[in-house]
Nanobody, 126 residues
Framework: QVQLIESGGGLVQAGGSLRLSCAASGGTFSKNAMAWFRQAPGKEREAVATMNWIGDFQYYPDSVRGRFAISRDNAKNTMYLQMNDLKLEDTAVYYC???????????????????WGQGIQVTVSS
């Protein structure tokens, strides 16, 4: 079974950048839809970036579009979330997720993903 391990989180000042990584072990996700979600205290988990199985569709909500970018390196079995111009409201626990369904569309719904990382804290300070 595929396990996902996030890294790259931490504390950053507003306006700064971070790159999150999500490495897969025990399998590959080269032909799977994948996503990054986040959850702030008291809020629901929300998608901040998704990619369909073939990699030609990406979804970003308005809150991060133009600042965040999802990518994948199939050779390294790793996906990334580049976050630029970070804002205080980006503070949350970030999760990577993969869908085991074939030809996944890159849906922003949490229910479309069945393998999750453990989560990593991103804190943006003023």
């Amino acid at each position: 079974q595929v396990q996902l391990i996030e890294s790259g989180g931490g504390l950053v000042q507003a306006g700064g950048s971070l790159r999150l990584s999500c490495a897969a072990s025990g399998g590959t996700f080269s032909k799977n839809a994948m996503a990054w979600f986040r959850q702030a205290p008291g809020k629901e988990r929300e998608a901040v970036a998704t990619m369909n199985w073939i990699g030609d569709f990406q979804y970003y909500p308005d809150s991060v579009r133009g600042r965040f970018a999802i990518s994948r390196d199939n050779a390294k079995n790793t996906m990334y979330l580049q976050m630029n111009d970070l804002k205080l409201e980006d503070t949350a626990v970030y999760y990577c997720a993969v869908s085991s369904a074939p030809t996944g569309s890159g849906s922003p719904s949490v229910y479309s993903y069945d393998t999750w990382g453990q989560g990593i804290q991103v804190t943006v300070s003023s």
